[in-house]
């Protein structure tokens, strides 16, 4: 396996223990990793993140969990998701990151820069047919909003109670397919250095 130098960061919208979608984040991850690029899961149910509040952020401006949130979202050239689908939305767990990290530590800090350049791959899990196509849609909104370039055939996984073997790992062709996201992220990577 040869290093490529990308950075792929990866978050999942569930902070439940056993998560399909971070189940499916580790899956895409190791993909990744097996390709060749640096790899960093982040666990956002670990974070001490505040709901968004303008009065926090006027009277103590960022918190520090937010500023070491922007660091490693800057330092990455793309983004593995995959979101649960709650209602017909992604997490608020994901909106408030997106929240936090639009903010600006002053007048030098480039607007939207922990978004920017980056190029996402999207995923969902659900253990109902829809595989969280709604989540995915309004997630792509966000991001797009955002200045995130988003690749344009996310992952679906249906059904993820049964897809997922004991060891953790995916049948072969929705590994296959997971694959396939993978090497269309960094294949799109490589071409916007």
């Known amino acids: 396996m040869t290093k490529t130098g990308i950075n792929i960061l990866g978050l999942s919208g569930s902070n439940r223990a056993d998560s399909f979608n971070t189940q499916l984040l580790s899956v895409a991850l190791e993909c990744a990793k097996r390709q060749g690029a640096s790899i960093t899961q982040l666990d956002l149910g670990a974070i001490n993140l505040p709901f968004y509040n303008g009065d926090l952020e006027a009277s103590s401006g960022l918190p520090d969990t937010v500023l ?6 800057e330092a990455a050239d793309g983004l593995i998701i ?3 689908e709650y209602n017909g939305f992604f997490p608020g767990l994901l909106k408030n990151c997106f929240d936090w ?5 002053g007048p030098e800090d480039p607007i939207l820069s922990a978004f920017d350049g980056k190029i996402a791959g999207l995923m969902a899990a659900t253990v109902g047919g829809s595989g969280g196509i709604r989540s995915l849609t309004s997630l792509t909104t966000q991001l797009h909003y955002l200045g995130v370039t988003v690749l344009p055939r996310p992952f679906s ?9 004991d060891n953790g790992s995916l049948g072969i062709e929705q590994l296959a397919t997971v694959d396939d996201m993978v090497v269309a992220l960094l294949r799109a990577l490589r071409r916007s250095d």
Request: glycine content about 4%.
């Open 68 to 73: 070491d949130l922007k660091k490693q979202f």
């Open 82 to 84: 995959s979101t649960p």
């Open 101 to 105: 990290l639009s903010r600006r530590t």
């Open 157 to 165: 996984l249906t059904h993820a109670g049964k897809a997922f073997n």
